[in-house]
């Protein structure tokens, strides 16, 4: 019943900028910690950003100083803003979480993705 579904991405030349925003639904207590991965075409999948429910944060060495990650915690929502967008960051985006359903019941969730693309 849990789901997150992403939405934002799209095409950017570079050095654009794009908002990616993950929204968690359905039937759950709390949220943990939030993420995005991205897989590009024959590369594994990795992470690029996570958010903690502290509110810290860590990011792929690639991604920093351009990309940063936030989280709404009234809206079950984390953002991704990418900033000085390149190519090298063109892949689909996953959004992923730790979700208490019940307390004492936690799991891994992913959205479907959504496809960044970066044109030179």
């Known amino acids: 019943q849990v789901q997150l579904v992403e939405s934002g991405g799209g095409l950017v030349q570079a050095g654009g900028s794009l908002r990616l925003s993950c929204a968690a639904s359905?039937?759950?207590?709390?949220?943990?910690?939030m993420g995005w991965y991205r897989q590009a075409p024959g590369k594994q999948r990795e992470l690029v950003a996570r958010?903690?429910?502290?509110?810290?944060?860590n990011y792929i060495d690639s991604v920093k100083g351009r990309f940063t990650i936030s989280r709404d915690n009234a809206k079950n929502t984390v953002v991704l803003q990418m900033n000085s967008l390149k190519p090298e960051d063109t892949a689909v985006y996953y959004c992923?979480?730790?979700?208490?359903?019940?307390?004492?019941?936690?799991?891994?969730?992913w959205g479907q993705g959504t496809q960044v693309t970066v044109s030179s």
């Open positions: 992923n979480a730790d979700i208490w359903r019940v307390v004492g019941a936690k799991g891994n969730y």
């Open positions: 359905g039937s759950f207590f709390s949220i943990d910690d």
């Open positions: 958010i903690f429910s502290s509110g810290n944060t």
